[in-house]
Structures are given as structure tokens and as C-alpha cells.
């Protein structure tokens, strides 16, 4: 089993920043790769960014240039930079991993960002 732990999220006005992190309960190197989504009331989950273990990212084309995410590999963490925040970034996001075993995917809990115009 592995757990997945967010913090960071919070209320902050249109053009604020915030950073998420996700601490991982595994290490680093059994992920093969890990990342943010978010959801919105009345939509679907969505894909935020995400980082493989060969350092690649994917961002989706909503927040490109604005969120960035990273890694450290000593704390077993995952970051979510999130900058220029706008209203419609408002939503749960969370944490998740992809591991190298099976291809198991882990979810955290959740952390609510509210962006107010």
C-alpha cells in the first residue's frame, strides 16, 4: 500500500500563487512517475501535469506556462507550482503515482484550491 499525503492548497486571489506538495510513503525510485490532477464540481477529473521517472513532464494545455512540477527524490515529495492562478483553476487537485510494479496507480485524498476573482 502506499500513501499519499497533500498539503498546500487555500484560497488565494486571481493572479496569486500557491504550491502544492505530495508526500509519498515510497520511495521515488519504485514510481515510474507521478503527478497532479484536479477536479471541479460537475466535471470530470482532469489531468494537471505529471513527471516521469526519466524527469519528463506533461502539462495540460489549460495551465502550460503557468504550473510547474518537480520532484525530490531525498523527501520522496512531489510539487505543484502553481502561478497567475484564474477562477477556473478552482478545484480539488490531487496527488497521484504510477508504479514501476504492475503499473499500479495511488491516489491521495485531495486538497482544495479556490481562486476568487
Known amino acids: 500500500q502506499v500513501q499519499l499525503v497533500e498539503s498546500g492548497g487555500g484560497l488565494v486571489q486571481a493572479g496569486g500563487s500557491l504550491r502544492l506538495s505530495c508526500v509519498v510513503s515510497?520511495?521515488?525510485?519504485?514510481?515510474?512517475?507521478m503527478g497532479w490532477y484536479r477536479q471541479a464540481p460537475g466535471k470530470q477529473r482532469e489531468l494537471v501535469a505529471d513527471?516521469?521517472?526519466?524527469?519528463?513532464?506533461n502539462y495540460a494545455d489549460s495551465v502550460k506556462g503557468r504550473f510547474t512540477v518537480s520532484r525530490d527524490s531525498a523527501k520522496n515529495t512531489v510539487y505543484l507550482q502553481m502561478n497567475s492562478l484564474k477562477p477556473e483553476d478552482t478545484a480539488v487537485y490531487y496527488c497521484?503515482?504510477?508504479?514501476?510494479?504492475?503499473?499500479?496507480?495511488?491516489w491521495g485524498q485531495g486538497t482544495q484550491v479556490t481562486v476568487s476573482s
Open positions: 497521484t503515482v504510477v508504479l514501476f510494479n504492475m503499473g499500479r496507480r495511488y
Open positions: 515510497r520511495s521515488i525510485f519504485s514510481i515510474n512517475a
Open positions: 513527471i516521469t521517472s526519466g524527469s519528463n513532464t
